[in-house]
Every structure is written in C-alpha cells, then in structure tokens.
C-alpha cells in the first residue's frame, strides 16, 4: 500500500473507530453482552471518534479519495455533534429494563445489535458529513438509512414496531429512489458526480440551456429533504417516532436530521451555488411548508413522541431559513441551529423515557411537579428550548436563522417564523400547564437511571449554555 492511500485512510480514522467498535461489539459472544458494558464501549467509540476528527483538521482541509472525500472544519462540527448525540443516545438506552427503553419485549433485543446498529448509522452520518461527491453522498445516506429501518423496527414481537419500520422503509426507499434517479440525471447533465465539477458546467452553462440538470435538482432535493423530514417528505416521521422506542426514536430525531443538514449544505452551497436563486427558490418552499406544517398538525396531537415528530417537522424547516440565504453566515446559522437543536431534542426524549411506564400521551405528564419536581424543571427548560424563549439555546438558534433571513430581504418570511413561533409555544407551553397545575393521576415515576441522568444533566448544560453564551457554539461553525 503506498503512501497517498495510507494517507487517504487517515482522514477516515473517526469512521474506521465507529466500525471497529461496531464489528467487535457484533463478534462478542451473547454471554458477555451486558447492558452497561456494550453502552460504554459505545460511548468510549463516540468520544474517540470525536477527539479523531478534531485531530485530523488542521488549518487547511485535506482531499482524498480522488476528491469524492474531504476533511474541513465544516465536516468537523457535524462529526462531533453526531458523536455528541451518539454518546447521548446511548446514555438514554441505559434503562433498567433493557436498551430499547421500552415498557415490554426488551429481552429479545441483544445490546451488540443495537448499539452496533447505532454505531453504523453514525458513520454513514459522518461520512455524509464530508461527501464532495453524489456518489459517495448516496452509499453513506443509504447506510445510515438502512441502519435506521432496522433500529425502528429491532423489537419484531412489537406489531407497532412493525408497522412503523415498513412503513419508513417503503417511504425511504421512494427517496432513495428520486435520489438515485437524480444522479443519474446530474451525471448524464454534467458527465460527473463530483461537486465542483457540476457548479462549474452549471457556473459555463446555467439551467436555462439544460433542463435535465434543473430535473436532476429537483429531485437531489427530495431526497434530501426525505432524510431531515422536510414537507412534503415527511409522512415517516411521525409513525416511525411512535413506533420506535424512544432512544431510537431521539436518535432519528437529533442525529439523522444533522446528518441530513450536513449534506444539504454541502450540495446547495457547493455542487448548485452557481444557481443560487432557484436554490433559494426551492428551499423558501421547503421551509415554508415545513414550518406551516409541522406547526399546526402539532396543536392536536396527544401523543408525546407524535408532538414531537411534528416539532422536528417545523424545525427542519427552521434549519432550512439559514440555506435560503446561500451565504457562509446563512449556513453557519444553520449549523448553530442543527447544533443547539440536537441537545435540547434528546433532553425532551430523555424525559419521556423516564415516564415510559406512564405512557407516552400528554395524560403521563399530569401532575409532575408535584411527585418528580426535577423531571418537570428539565421538561420545563427544554419546553422552552424548542419554543424559542429566551435566554435558552432555543431562542439562540431562531434568532440567529432568522436573523439570516432579513439581511437577505426576506423580511416576510421572517415575519411567518414569528408568528408560527407563537402557535408552537401553545403546543409547548400546554404541556408545561399539563405538569404544573393538573392533579397526578398515577403514580410517581422511578428515579433517574445513573445513564440518564447524565445525559439529561449534559442537555440542560448545553441548552442554558446556548441560550447565555451563544459564542462558545456559533465560533465552531463554518461554512463548506
């Protein structure tokens, strides 16, 4: 093996950490799988894995792969944050009654498989994180993805589990079709997958003499927007939230949806910059619509998971205020926002993990002040979070996108994240009133796990955090 491909493999040194530990974790005999073991040697892979990526980046990015692969500060921030969220997802599978968290069947879930699952999906996540080619782009989406209809469905003596994990495989793989088919029609346009090349034909030749390189964006854009649950790509969400058991379920809503974003931005803001306006044009729609959406489907829900799938919905389209600008500011906004968004999500989920055995409706949220006053206060700081009041990392991360937003003069659309703002602090706030001025009707949940404890106490920090010193986040971000 010669020098250059010792020197390619290097850049993939927080990938092959995540593999390595995955394959060891899947050879284990099943007598030495325990719980806590498995879940530390995760955790050990994510903060490695972490640790790896700032290591590698230096002051100037590195290529390899015959340019399909880069290592640059802007690969860094989403390696970290998925690590971040890896470490945070597994804390919050470390539940007395199994990895899955759930209230039955956690028995025929072996911890290798899992974790290992979350190991993959994690380096295809990252992989995706430094693609500068639509092929390599595609391979670790699909990775990631595959990972995913497997963890959502893990629990096979669960029929919702079922359910939900085919009906996020059918739906997956219609986007994994448009995807590919969008390739195929940028490769057939331009005679290359490779971003740079493809804005520069664009750059030569513009969209108004090569349609097919117009169609060939639309449906890049599906399929991306598939994997962050933008509208009108976002039917899976909501099932496959409730189906799974909450830790997946936070997983796919924190790490999934930065991977997507990461890959969003490199194909908007490199690949297709030379056609900023329809860029624009096309992304203005997609959060829109996400925003609109996630918003008002959210005021009648009554299933946690499910309230909180239709808020990822309208966060995803929050993210995408940030990419409409197609500026380095616009992005790294949204890189601050995806940041701040993954904490205060699995805080959320962390608490409905521990009421589990209450149920997952808004009814298992009754009167916890009163028994849990802790759980309530994090719910609460986190309720916040998502609604975008001050001084949480929540109003950080809006203020900041839509600040984006009215440099570039798209004042209107400011104006409807405003006022959607207020429609979901309705959604959020009601189950604060839920918590603070109901009557417990079952009783009190069990104490914190050590593991979630962690990890609820490592999204507090980090949402209060964001919220005070936004400066210590929004430095790491920058733009590809």
């Known amino acids: 093996m010669n020098g250059a491909n010792l020197n390619d493999l290097a850049l993939l040194l927080p990938e092959l950490i995540l593999v390595g530990t995955a394959s060891v974790l899947i050879l284990v005999p099943q007598r030495l799988q325990k719980l806590p073991l498995v879940a530390a040697a ?3 892979a994510a903060v490695a894995a972490a640790l790896a990526s700032v290591w590698i980046v230096s002051a100037d990015p590195k290529i390899g792969f015959g340019g399909m692969f880069t290592v640059d500060r802007y690969s860094q921030f989403f390696k970290v944050l998925v690590a971040s969220a890896l470490t945070l997802a597994s804390l919050l599978s470390v539940t007395t009654r199994g990895p899955m968290g759930s209230q039955t069947h956690e028995s025929s879930v072996r911890p290798a498989e899992y974790f290992g699952l979350l190991l993959l999906a994690s380096t295809g996540m990252m992989f995706a994180a430094s693609a500068l080619d639509l092929l390599t782009l595609y391979l670790a989406l699909e990775l990631m993805t ?3 209809y497997i963890l959502v469905g893990i629990t096979v003596d669960r029929p919702k589990s079922n359910e939900a994990a085919i009906k996020y495989f059918l739906l997956g793989s219609f986007a994994s079709a448009l995807f590919l088919y969008g390739l195929a029609l940028a490769y057939g346009a331009t005679g290359t997958t490779d971003f740079a090349t493809i804005a520069s034909t664009l ?5 108004a003499s090569n349609k097919i390189l117009l169609a060939a964006i639309g449906l890049l854009m599906a399929g991306l927007s598939f994997k962050i649950a933008a509208f009108p790509f976002h039917a899976w969400a909501p099932d496959a939230y409730q189906g799974a058991s909450a830790p997946v379920a936070a997983f796919l809503a924190a790490a999934s949806k930065a991977a997507g974003l990461a890959a969003l931005g490199r194909v908007c803001l490199i690949a297709f910059g030379p056609e900023a306006r329809v860029i624009s044009a096309v992304l203005t729609g997609l959060a829109v619509l996400s925003i609109l959406v996630g918003s008002i489907l959210a005021v009648s829900q009554t299933d946690m998971k499910r309230l ?8 995803a389209g929050y993210a995408l205020l940030g990419f409409i600008c197609m500026t380095p500011a616009g992005a790294e906004a949204t890189m601050t926002y995806a940041f701040l968004y993954v904490f205060m999500t699995l805080g959320a989920f962390g608490i409905v993990i521990v009421l589990d055995q209450r149920g997952e409706t808004l009814d298992g949220f009754q009167g916890l002040a009163a028994q849990r006053p802790a759980a309530a206060l994090l719910m609460l700081l986190f309720l916040l979070s998502l609604t975008g009041i001050p001084p949480t990392a929540g109003f950080t991360a809006k203020f900041l996108v839509i600040q984006s937003v009215l440099k570039a003069g798209y004042t209107w659309l400011a104006v409807l994240a405003v006022i959607c703002s207020v429609v979901t602090a309705f959604v959020y706030l009601r189950v604060a009133v839920i918590m603070y001025m109901k009557e417990p009707q079952v009783p009190a949940p069990a104490r914190f796990p050590p593991a979630i404890t962690a990890a609820l106490v490592i999204a507090a920090l980090v949402t209060v955090i964001g919220g ?5 986040v929004t430095q790491w971000a920058v733009a590809p």
């Open 203 to 207: 750059s030569d030749r513009g969209l």
């Open 308 to 315: 909180l799938a239709y808020s990822s919905i309208a966060h």
């Open 468 to 472: 005070v010193l936004p400066g210590i």
């Open 146 to 148: 595959l990972c995913s």
């Open 42 to 44: 995760t955790i050990l």
